[in-house]
């Protein structure tokens, strides 16, 4: 079908954030017009502000939360850290920047009236859907209109980097609430982020740096959970935690000066000392406590 090679299929996979004249809407499916090969597809797109004020009133509405149209509806206004397609693949704005341009002796070619300063926004977009050899990464330089934005990917969509990624910055997370002490919250987002990456850890098709980063990830959440755990008097939990990092820097002693722990500790950064001293010491004086 002609239709599958058109760039609404890409919409399709990746669920766009609109603008509809009902709000913010989410594109669920699409699907070819009955009409007619030439006409254009059907988008079904949830209408996500509807049923957010459904949900605050707590009323069941009667009003239909999807909306069926062959328009071409504008993508969501993009920001910092949403995920969004390009037309270099799929990827996430990790800056923002706001660019003016003054346009001295130019004038609007309908009014004639001349034109001053424009303001345009820059995005950086680290593009995901590219995999380079070792840790290099691409980054783009993009305007408004190149970006249309995306919903998050579930965690079961996610790769293993993609997953590993998340996990680390839910890490970070969880370490502001424990310096806060708020230990059973950071408990839970450290339990969450083991639980993210704990089925991966020996996918054949994951690269070295994967797994150092999935090594890295997996012994200190686990020890952080294991402290959190500590703190709040849970023996149990904090001992299986403790042990599960200390199980995983066990096998990583006995495979010193192999790639991953080469690059643990030049391209991490982790020295021995760390990881078979201050980490090892740290679980099992967890699990001895």
């Not at 002796?105 to 001349?114: L, N, Y």
């Not at 090594?215 to 403790?242: P, R």
Request: aromatic share 8%; glycine share 6%.
């Amino acid at each position: 079908m002609a239709f599958m090679n058109s760039e609404y299929y890409i919409g399709d996979m990746d669920q766009r954030l609109v603008r509809t004249p009902y709000g913010q809407g989410l594109v669920t499916k699409i699907r070819p017009s009955n009409d007619s090969d030439s006409s254009p597809p059907v988008q079904e797109i949830r209408l996500l502000e509807w049923e957010k004020s459904a949900k605050a009133s707590q009323v069941t509405s009667r009003r239909p939360t999807i909306l069926y149209s062959t328009n071409k509806y504008e993508s969501i206004t993009a920001s910092k850290g949403d995920d969004v397609i390009t037309p270099y693949g799929r990827g996430t704005i990790t800056e923002q920047v706001t660019v003016r341009l003054l346009n001295k002796g130019k004038f609007d070619p309908v009014t004639k009236e001349p034109i001053g300063e424009q303001v345009f926004t820059k995005f950086h977009v680290q593009i995901n859907s590219w995999k380079l050899a070792g840790r290099s990464r691409v980054k783009c330089y993009l305007f408004s209109n190149q970006v249309k934005v995306v919903r998050k990917k579930t965690l079961m969509e996610m790769n293993a980097a993609e997953r590993v990624q998340f996990a680390m910055l839910q890490k970070k997370g969880a370490s502001r609430m424990f310096a806060e002490k708020r230990y059973q919250e950071a408990l839970n987002i450290y339990a969450g982020s083991i639980d993210a990456v704990r089925y991966i850890q020996h996918d054949t098709h994951n690269d070295n740096e994967c797994r150092a980063d999935l090594i890295e990830v997996m012994v200190t959440c686990s020890n952080n959970a294991a402290t959190c755990a500590i703190q709040m008097q849970l023996w149990e939990e904090a001992f299986k935690y403790a042990k599960n990092s200390l199980i995983l820097l066990s096998a990583l002693f006995g495979k010193r000066g192999a790639k991953i722990h080469t690059i643990l500790n030049k391209d991490n950064g982790i020295c021995d000392a760390k990881l078979f001293g201050e980490w090892r010491v740290k679980s099992r004086l967890i699990m001895a406590r």
